[in-house]
C-alpha cells in the first residue's frame, strides 16, 4: 500500500508540473509574440519558473522517499 501511494503521489506531481511547465511555456511565447523586445528580461524569469516547478517535483520525490 505504502507503494502505492508513493507512486501516486510521484505520478500526481509531474502532471501538475509538467502541466505547470507548459502554462508557462505558452505564457512565455504569448508575451514575446506581442512584445518581441521584451525577450531578454522574460527568458530570465522563464528559466527562474521553471527551475522553481522543478525543485517543488523534486522536493516532493525526496520526501515520498523519506516517508517509504
Do not use: H
Not at 506581442?34 to 520526501?63: D, H, W, Y
Amino acid at each position: 500500500a505504502k507503494a502505492f501511494a508513493g507512486a501516486f503521489g510521484i505520478a500526481l506531481a509531474v502532471i501538475a508540473a509538467s502541466t505547470a511547465q507548459g502554462k508557462i511555456a505558452v505564457s512565455y511565447m504569448d508575451g514575446v509574440s506581442r512584445n518581441p523586445g521584451a525577450q531578454k528580461g522574460m527568458g530570465t524569469q522563464l528559466i527562474l519558473s521553471l527551475v522553481f516547478v522543478e525543485t517543488l517535483v523534486l522536493f516532493t520525490v525526496a520526501i515520498i522517499f523519506v516517508k517509504l
